[in-house]
């Protein structure tokens, strides 16, 4: 037969005293209800002797708190997003908090059934990587009173609390990078979205190559193309499409994974002889011969600037009553492949 869970009322019978006590005792409250230092370490300990084990869910139900965040992202597998789910969860577990982790894979519907079901588990906040078409989901959440911070990207005109990076201007650094040691003919491999990160990697990149005179280059491969695996396909068409190439700035490290592919299945000397950066670093790129320029963001300022913004939401009463864009800057890590070719 199975043992029943040990209760705070079991707690209260065997020592004699009130539930409210013990409940103050094992919430951390014997302080702040001038319950003795005597009686504490008597609740404690015997909590101890007989290993009891809240109810995390009646706990929750009475204090309206599950102590649980969603950190939701594109896809948990990609090294950026799950290096920056690891250091977050540290930072929330020193605050108290357990973080539940999951892919939306840049879709809508997907994302819409995530938040429904996390909502529906009374989860006490959210951290969002958003697809495309959820806006009017975040929008309900907000007027619903429930916190959420939007990660990466953001949507125009949304009253909501973000952290991001200024893609625009990283953008524009790298390519200008690459112009500055002398390479003229650039293209930029991106997906073909309209969503604010990429637009801003886009611009950054058409803003470096106008102010210096130079011709665009630009690859935009759909999403749903990228997700079903054929990105490569499309990048060795349009190298074999544009022969004058000396450079590529690919907009994502899973992009450039795919670029290096193809280089080295095609022709191997290119990954030398052409100038190369990719949008977030990989430990992999230290590696590569030669090693990989890439503009890394800073993922421990992120982690830290989530739960910094996070925290007072959960406190609020009004989640709508202020919100942050952060805006945060990227580093530019130069190494072999992005340097001036001997000519």
Not at 4 to 14: F, H, L
Not at 115 to 141: A, C, K, Y
């Amino acid at each position: 037969m199975k043992k029943k869970p040990v209760s705070i009322r079991n707690i209260a019978d065997e020592l004699k005293i009130s539930v409210t006590t013990v409940s103050f005792v094992l919430n951390g409250k014997a302080k702040e209800k001038h319950i003795s230092p005597e009686l504490t370490k008597k609740v404690l300990d015997y909590a101890k002797l007989i290993n009891y084990r809240p109810n995390q869910i009646a706990q929750s139900l009475r204090t309206g708190k599950s102590k649980l965040l969603v950190f939701m992202v594109e896809d948990i597998s990609n090294s950026f997003f799950s290096q920056l789910a690891r250091i977050f969860e540290d930072i929330a577990y020193e605050k108290g908090y357990k973080v539940i982790f999951c892919s939306n894979e840049n879709d809508d519907e997907k994302a819409n059934e995530l938040i429904t079901l996390f909502n529906f588990r009374q989860v006490d906040g959210f951290i969002i990587v958003p697809s495309p078409g959820i806006r009017d989901t975040i929008e309900n959440l907000i007027n619903d009173n429930i916190p959420v911070i939007l990660l990466d990207r953001f949507y125009e005109g949304l009253d909501c609390n973000s952290v991001v990076i200024d893609n625009e201007q990283a953008s524009f650094d790298a390519t200008q990078h690459l112009i500055d040691n002398k390479f003229k003919n650039i293209c930029f491999i991106s997906t073909a979205s309209d969503q604010s990160q990429m637009y801003g990697r886009l611009h950054g990149y058409e803003k470096a190559v106008e102010k210096n005179g130079l011709k665009p280059y630009v690859l935009q491969i759909p999403f749903e193309q990228i997700i079903k695996g054929k990105g490569k396909e499309y990048i060795k068409k349009f190298f074999e499409q544009n022969k004058d190439l000396d450079a590529v700035f690919f907009s994502t490290n899973y992009l450039a994974q795919s670029g290096l592919e193809v280089l080295k299945e095609t022709n191997q000397n290119l990954i030398k002889d052409l100038g190369l950066i990719a949008f977030d670093d990989n430990d992999m790129f230290k590696i590569y011969d030669p090693t990989i320029t890439s503009v890394a963001q800073p993922l421990v300022e992120i982690s830290s600037k989530l739960m910094e913004v996070m925290l007072p939401l959960l406190k609020k009463k009004d989640v709508s009553e202020t919100h942050q864009k952060i805006v945060l800057k990227t580093e530019l890590i130069i190494r072999e492949s992005s340097l001036a070719k001997q000519k």
